[in-house]
Structures are given as structure tokens and as C-alpha cells.
């Protein structure tokens, strides 16, 4: 199968991609191309020296028309990731995360969350992992309060060796103001690289995660973890607000409140595995 990723340079639209790609490998053989899109028409003209796709995966608004051009000029079906600003009526496939709004009709696949390329891991009981965001148009960030809840938790748990990593968004200082415990060590987001979350979540059994951080909510339930939410204000009751909720009405997460009062993390009765979900949907509808 030959899969082209139009990539307009974004770590997460990259993410999904790759993650969707992956799963497909999984299942067949895959031959991948990426193509950086700066312009509409990179696409079309870089694959002018690439064979012809059978998939033309397109995540982030820059690379939709350049999809359309490239199906035009090369063939293919367009699978469009997160909701396209252009109609869906377009794309071949759209795969749209569900607190978008999307339902499954037509050419429309309904997601839990963005893809990623997270597979379940050997999870060991003694390991936990912490991942600390900051401020977003969706959230508001109260660093006192974040740092008391990391605290706790560390307290409370003194079996489990906790590693905790901050992200861009986390403000400056926000490290000194933990203290030092025993069963805690910190490595700054300037310190990790890209294979290191991934590699801390196919061993930790235990995640805490900021309420903001929405996509490492769901790559920590897609490695299977019990995933705990460290509590922090949102500024209005938004989508991404919304599909958080959806998650602990269905029981797949624990609030820190919820713990502090005696509810037990509980991993998900199975991982989230929706690239592969997706990925064998693909392959179903489009006859590769």
C-alpha cells in the first residue's frame, strides 16, 4: 500500500498521522512518503517522483487543498484527520474526534480523541508517570495548586518511583516550586526528545495528567494506564472541556478530588487502540 503523509510541520498533526500509518503497517505492507506542505501545490508537484497513493493522509487545514490537488493529479483516497475547514463532502474519509461533534455517518468516522501512534504497553505497577501542561485557550493554569496535587501524590505513594516531565506550556519555574521526594524525579521538556513520553508510557502503569493536556489524556489510555487528572480551572465550558467529561462520565479517568477521597485508579477495561480501529475501517471501506 502506498501511504502519502501531507505534513504542514505541526509535532501533533504529525503525530495523528504517523500514529494512523503505523496502524495500518500493522496490517499490511505500507510504503510511506512525506510531503511538507508550504504551499497548495507541493503536493501535486512532489509526487510527480513518488508512486502512485493508494492513501493521501492530510491532518492540519494547510494540507486540505493540497490533498484535493494531489487526488486530482495522482489518484488516491483522501483521509482527512480532525474536522477540515473545507466540507467533508470532499474527502474521501474524515476521521473527527467525537467531542468535535462528529458522528459516524457517511464518510464520517467518529474518534475517541485524536489519533497517535501509542500501542499498549508491558506496564509494570511500580511505575508511575506524570505530565504536567500549562495554560491553554482552553484552560486557565493555577501553578500552586497543580504543585500541591503532584505533592500529595508523591507523599501518599512512597512504593512508586514517579518520573514527571513538563511541556511548553508549563511556566517558567514551575519545577523549584516541587521540592525534592524521593520517589520523584523531574526532567524538564528541554531535556526530553521525541521518543521519550512514548517510551516512559509502555511502563507506566500509572499516569497523572493535567486536565489541559488532552491528547496525552488519551495516548496514556491508549498505552492502556490507569489515568488520573491533576485539576485545573478552564476558562468556559468548551469542546475540549466537554470530551474531558465525556471521559470521566464514562469512567475512564479519576479526578484528583476523586482520589484524594479514596477512589483507585482503574486502567481502562482495554486500551484505546483507535488508529488500529480506524486503520482496519480503512482498509474495509477502501478494499486495500
Known sequence: MEVWILSDGKAGHVNQSHGLAQALARLTTVHISTILVVHFWDARRAGRALPRPDLILAA????????????????????VLMKPTWPTGLFDLCLIPEHDGAQTTGNIIATRGALNPITPGRLEP?????????????????????????RAIAQATPDTDWELTTSRRTPTGFDARLGAFPNLRVTPVEQTGPDWVPARLA??????????SVSMIYEALTAGAAVGLLEVPYRRRSRVVRGVEQLLHDRLVTTFAAW?????????????????????????RFGL
Open 126 to 150: 511500580g511505575r508511575g508517570l506524570i505530565l504536567i501542561g500549562g495554560p491553554s485557550p482552553h484552560h486557565a493554569w493555577d501553578d500552586a495548586a497543580v504543585v500541591a496535587q503532584v
Open 203 to 212: 511502563r507506566a502503569a500509572q499516569v497523572w495528567v493535567t486536565a489541559d
Open 60 to 79: 492540519g487545514h494547510r494540507t486540505h487543498l493540497a490533498a484535493l490537488l494531489a487526488r486530482r493529479t495522482h489518484g488516491g483516497k483522501i483521509v
Open 260 to 284: 484524594r477521597t479514596g477512589q483507585p485508579l482503574h486502567p481502562p477495561a482495554s486500551p484505546l487502540r483507535e488508529a488500529d480501529r480506524c486503520a482496519a475501517l480503512i482498509r474495509e
